[in-house]
């Protein structure tokens, strides 16, 4: 076993174990002096806040000053854009033949599709390939193309191209492969390709290396010289833009003589999906496109949709991109991790609705199981540390008795707690090398500098804030020191405190069915449009009540009126006194028994006599 430990703040797991037995713990402010709340110490940062730009906002859109606040704090800075991110539709979208490579790509379809030439779509193991493989299969069997998909094995053949499929590809009769969320680093395996007949078309939306691959054509949005607008797509975006080119090149050539042409909203169901499940952020296109695949997601008309919105519990209704997030993506993410994806896409592609229900029953099992094993490593990684951490040095840590399918969950687990970039490693002890997974913190770009520590590594890839490895054993403690020696000279002490960016101070008074209403416009949620995050000081906190597996429930009394509010996995850890609380929340409603009530989302709490970092 290898360790490189780090020291982080004590009292962040020193109380960890103080567990309820009771489902359900009262306790009244008004007969207990004490409330155990389960939140660290947090900098609040109330962003600035803009009123002249907010009453331009508020005056040209017929928007509330508050809401026009909170489009200036998501960085838009004209009405132009303002305008567009509340009211643009899919007519709105990029051209997709702005996308370099993209007419290339299309003309060899085209070609591939009259000559009948067998096309294989190679995808990557996460929901955001398992969803890019399914829009292109799904739209390729559409218009009679011979399609194939071949999705690697996690453990057995790793991210990305692997020359033995390749093999076995060009054995099943491909002459054209297109690859989805991968490739744009595969030089070697592309090279094998090219010298076996095989044509590659890389749809991909990772950071290109300097050298790109040798592929017949390449749609990557960050590639040099591409001019295409927006650069964060995810890999399923990628490839619904390729799905978009060709179904306008095949109108315009009149493929469609006695039918109309796939109606492609049908598809934007998995482009939701893959699109939150990656992380990338939610603006511009990305925003566009999740906001109507939601649309199609609440519908589930695909019958695999329908079957894992039972399994996981999903309630009836308008589906949220938290719902995708944690009740559907994780489910046939498990797949990937834990066994083969290959469950997961044919759960998206069956059309048999009996068959559906047992794929759904299979990912919800394997579901399971690897809670069981993020659990298990999770705790052991913390246990590596004997419950301390240094703010000085960000975590690596590695273990032959780790699954390297689920380590990048745990990583995020780790970065949770500690607020650390975290590394995790799996070690093959056969092989000698180790498959680590990357999460880092605000500030601490991976990539980057992961590619400082290139001469250490076999390969890497990923993004700022996630990222994959793999790594000679004999190099993971020089590696540790360099990726150490890195956070040092660009982290400073105040960076490794967590922080909540604040949307603005708001009395609780000022809330109304119609304020949140309107903030609700902003939806979808999520990395680079948060939810609107407010803070009230100088309340009074009426009572608690500890409810579920550890979560906070409390009553705020103010002006007369009482207000609910409740903290997800609060429920133990640090103590307030009867003091003046000040609340860090997210506004929004509560449907109960068909009573529908406004209720705050708790981010953090903090005494009133405490001072704001």
Not at 191 to 219: G, K, M, W
Not at 367 to 372: A, D, E, H, L, W
Not at 454 to 467: I, V
Not at 481 to 503: A, N
Request: net charge neutral.
């Amino acid at each position: 076993m290898i360790i490189f430990p780090c020291i982080f703040h004590r009292r962040c797991i020193q109380q960890k174990s103080q567990h309820r037995k009771t489902n359900s713990t009262a306790i009244s402010t008004r007969k207990n002096k004490e409330l155990i709340v389960n939140t660290r110490r947090k900098r609040w940062l109330i962003k600035e806040q803009n009123q002249t730009q907010s009453k331009i906002f508020s005056q040209s859109l017929h928007i509330s000053p508050l809401v026009s606040q909170l489009l200036i704090n998501r960085g838009l800075t004209t009405i132009e854009e303002a305008d567009y991110f509340l009211h643009a539709t899919l007519k709105d979208l990029h051209s997709p033949l702005i996308m370099k490579d993209t007419d290339k790509a299309v003309q060899r379809l085209i070609t591939a599709i009259n000559n009948r030439e067998k096309i294989c779509i190679y995808g990557d193991y996460d929901v955001d390939g398992i969803t890019a493989t399914a829009v292109l299969v799904l739209f390729l069997r559409e218009i009679q193309a011979d399609v194939f998909y071949y999705l690697p094995h996690r453990i057995e053949e790793g991210y990305g191209l692997d020359i033995d499929a390749l093999k076995k590809i060009k054995h099943k009769g491909a002459h054209l492969l297109i690859t989805v969320d991968c490739g744009i680093a595969d030089n070697e395996a592309i090279q094998f390709a090219r010298s076996h007949n095989l044509d590659v078309i890389v749809t991909d939306h990772h950071q290109p290396p300097e050298i790109l691959p040798p592929a017949y054509a390449i749609l990557n949005p960050k590639q040099p010289n591409c001019k295409f607008p927006f650069k964060e797509l995810a890999g399923v975006g990628v490839a619904f833009n390729l799905v978009m080119a060709l179904r306008r090149e095949l109108r315009q050539r009149g493929f469609w003589k006695r039918a109309e042409p796939p109606n492609l909203k049908q598809y934007l169901d998995l482009v939701a999906l893959g699109t939150i499940a990656d992380i990338v952020p939610l603006i511009d296109e990305n925003r566009l496109l999740v906001k109507y695949g939601l649309a199609e997601l609440s519908k589930a008309e695909r019958p695999g949709i329908r079957a894992l919105k039972a399994v996981s519990a999903t309630p009836d209704g308008p589906i949220t991109s938290d719902m995708v997030a944690f009740r559907l993506a994780p489910r046939i993410n498990a797949s990937g991790r834990v066994s083969t994806a290959t469950t997961g896409l044919e759960l998206l592609l069956t059309t048999d609705c009996v068959e559906a229900q047992r794929l759904a029953r299979k990912l919800n099992e394997e579901n399971s199981r690897r809670q069981q094993l993020e659990k298990s490593i999770t705790e052991e990684a913390k246990a590596m540390i004997n419950g301390e951490a240094d703010a000085n040095r960000p975590l690596v840590l590695a273990s032959p008795r780790w699954h390297q399918g689920v380590i990048g969950i745990c990583a995020s687990r780790m970065v949770e707690e500690y607020y650390l970039p975290t590394i995790l490693i799996a070690i093959d002890e056969a092989t000698g090398h180790g498959k680590g997974s990357a999460r880092s913190i605000y500030g601490f770009e991976l990539y980057g500098v992961l590619k400082q520590c290139a001469s250490l590594l076999t390969s890497f890839g990923g993004h700022r804030q996630a990222a994959g490895l793999t790594i000679p054993v004999d190099n993971i403690q020089a590696f540790a020191q360099r990726f150490t020696e890195i956070f040092r000279d660009v982290m400073r002490e105040e960076d490794v405190v967590p922080h909540l960016e604040i949307d603005a101070e708001l009395p609780l008074d000022a809330l109304s069915d119609e304020l949140i209403e309107e903030i609700e416009k902003l939806a979808p949620f999520g990395t680079a449009n948060p939810e609107p995050l407010f803070c009230s000081t100088e309340l009074k906190l009426y009572s608690a009540m500890i409810v579920g597996n550890g979560h906070l429930k409390l009553k705020i009394k103010e002006g007369g009126c009482f207000y609910d509010a409740i903290g997800f996995n609060m429920g133990s850890a640090s103590t307030l006194n009867d003091e003046a609380i000040r609340l860090a929340f997210v506004p929004q409603f509560n449907v109960w028994q068909g009573v529908k009530n406004i209720q705050l989302k708790l981010k953090d709490i903090q005494i009133s006599s405490h001072n704001i970092v």
